[in-house]
């Protein structure tokens, strides 16, 4: 399994590293060492353990949606004009970037500090790794 730094855990968490240390104490997570190295987690654990924590608000609606991909955040800037918008939410450490009508700016409310939900479904999505082995 791959493993990675305590770090680098907390920053994919969106925790410190001590927030990080003190799941290792509780058993939330495992952690190893290898020789005089640092302290690494499993990277799937920690996947986990972020896909259980993510908060989500409850559907307000029936409706079943086929868009799966759902990131909470805070709107953080808005750039229009008279026809189309710029917002850039802040959904943990991930920045995402919607273009939409100013109309739907308007009617949503949106606002730099809204708490909004980024829906995103694709149909190509590229998969990059750090050390470039596709």
């Known amino acids: 399994m791959p493993q990675i730094r305590i770090k680098d855990a907390a920053v994919f968490l969106g925790v410190s590293d001590d927030t990080v240390r003190r799941w290792i104490d509780l058993g939330v997570l495992e952690s190893s060492k290898e020789g005089a190295g640092p302290a690494v987690v499993d990277a799937l654990a920690v996947a986990r353990l972020a896909r ?29 004009d008279t026809v189309m918008a710029q917002v850039e939410l802040q959904c943990g450490p991930h920045r995402i970037v919607s273009l939409m009508s100013s109309e739907a700016v308007r009617e949503l409310g949106l606002e730099p500090g809204s708490v909004a939900i980024a829906v995103v479904k694709a149909t190509n ?10």
């Open 52 to 80: 259980e924590h993510a908060v989500l608000p409850a559907n307000p609606s029936e409706i079943g949606r086929s868009a799966r991909n759902r990131l909470v955040g805070v709107v953080t800037d808005i750039v229009a």
């Open 125 to 134: 999505v590229i998969v990059e790794t750090p050390s470039g082995r596709a």
